[in-house]
């Protein structure tokens, strides 16, 4: 049996689990596919306080090392759900997708959040050969060249003016009337000649080509059903983040959007279940609040144990 089980390997498991080893707990990180979670897509990351410049994979690297280094175990596993025992000791059981059943006195979930998908036709296959998620990661693939934008909030905005700097032209997809973005990042993007933005519009697919090739996009209008092609090199789809709580509902409880709740001590309503990161209720997801919420998980985590 381990002291804490640290589901989620992204920065916020990984510096729950240099804090929970530097208290001398044992520690076991459980991680479904790369450990360092979304930040391995990025290439450059600038605002990481006391790196003028890195790569996520690189950040990832030195967390992975110091944790490991400080005694923390890994295994590769996909979690399904929790159990708990009864008092006094309120033992919990994190099941795999494997088989394997692993028990700690206490738990903490740092499974994060992945990119929403649209669900329409072309979308899955399309991944990585014209469709993407991530303007840092992939928009220097595009510079020159015409781009769409899926979405209007202050994400897709951003997103947006980014690609602006680089690419030809800049087409912003909107299924409302109106964007939802801050006003300042509405003020600047509409400033450029190189962005247009089409709203009242939702995505009815993308397009493939015979040679498989990325085609653009078809939207059709609300108003009337009407659809129209936008041809393009490239779309990029920002309509938010899902979190990967499903596993852990019967556990704790999600808001609306699927969220743990809790607030900046991270400490959930089931005694000993503790949560970290993206996967959390929170106003701002960035790696710097993740190992925020990663030390403010396991110091309360420490503290419970005793």
Known sequence: MYDIIIIGAGPAGLTAAIYARRSEKSVLLLEKAAFGGQMTYSPKIENYPGLQSASGNEIADAMVTQALELG???ELEEVTGITEGGAPDYVKTVRCESGAEYEARAVIIAAGAEHRRLGVPGEAELIGEGVSFCAVCDGAFYRGRD????????????EALMLADGCKSVTVIQNLDFLTGEKTLQNSLLSREN?????GVTVDKFIKRDDGSFGGVTVKHTADGRTEDIVCDGAFVAVGLEPKNKPFESMTSLDEAGYIMSDETCVTETPGVFVA????????????????????????????LG
């Open 72 to 74: 923390a175990e890994t």
């Open 147 to 158: 781009v769409a934008v899926v979405g209007g909030g202050n994400s897709a905005l951003g």
């Open 195 to 199: 962005v247009n933005v089409i709203c």
């Open 277 to 304: 990161g993206d996967c959390r209720t929170k106003t701002v997801r960035q790696i710097t609040t993740a190992t925020a919420d990663g030390a403010a998980a396991a110091v309360a985590a420490c503290r419970y």
